[in-house]
């Protein structure tokens, strides 16, 4: 089975700095997606960054970024120029396909605070 | 998101009584979900759908069932809530080639 562990439970940066949220995954399967999801205060699920296993390169979205390693089974996200706006719960997930479905197994989350 | 919608946004009800809840999509997307948000927890799956009629049961299955008996709607019932069901509820639907999207969420609180 996957496991998705998230090992900061609660992060604190000030705006406009760097912060990178941590992710390690457990799995045998070899070819599979990794996510990051925020969700603000509002409740919403907001997919920040998607990335495919069998891509080397890792993704970028504007000012998210991902440092994935594959034989480590690590999946970081870096947040730069950090915003009030980017405080959030964030969660890793991984996918994995069963009958079609694509079933999502998250991390516990890591609440982000942005001061000012 | 416009897609998907999520009744109700909150419910409070008493242990025992009978709960259901209900997603409702209008992009015609074949697979949906029910997740609950737990502290601690992150979501996890609790039933998935793969199509009307057909059903399986995700990892935080017990206490709860679905049904979907048209694309649209994708139900989920609590038959006998009790206080360790209070939780955030999230829908999701996804297709062969789209990611997912999820519903606002339902905050349920069994008292």
């Known amino acids: 089975a996957q496991t998705v562990t998230q090992s900061q439970p609660e992060m604190s940066v000030q705006e406009a700095e760097t912060v990178t949220l941590s992710c390690t995954y457990d799995t045998s399967e070899s070819n599979y997606y990794l996510f990051w999801y925020k969700q603000p205060p509002s409740r919403q699920m907001i997919l920040v960054i998607r990335q495919e296993a069998y891509k080397q390169q890792n993704a970028t979205e504007n000012r998210f970024s991902v440092n994935f390693q594959k034989a480590a089974k690590s999946f970081s996200l870096k947040i730069s120029d950090s915003q009030l706006g980017d405080t959030a719960m964030y969660f890793c997930a991984f996918r994995t396909i069963i009958q079609g479905a694509q079933k999502l197994v998250f991390g516990q989350g890591t609440r982000l605070t942005i001061n000012p | 998101d416009a897609g998907i919608t999520q009744s109700p946004r909150h419910k409070v009800t008493e242990t025992g009584t009978p709960v259901t809840l209900r997603c409702h999509q209008t992009e015609n997307h074949r697979y949906m979900y029910w997740y609950r948000q737990d502290p601690g927890h992150g979501l996890r799956l609790i039933h998935y759908?793969?199509?009307?009629?057909?059903?399986d049961k995700g990892e935080v299955s017990d206490g709860y069932s679905v049904s979907r008996s048209k694309t649209e709607d994708f139900l989920l019932t609590l038959e006998s809530a009790t206080s360790s069901q209070t939780s955030v509820y999230f829908c999701?639907?996804?297709?062969?080639?789209?990611?997912?999207?999820f519903g606002s969420g339902t905050r349920l609180t069994v008292v």
């Open positions: 759908s793969y199509g009307v009629k057909d059903t």
């Open positions: 999701a639907i996804s297709d062969t080639t789209a990611d997912y999207t």
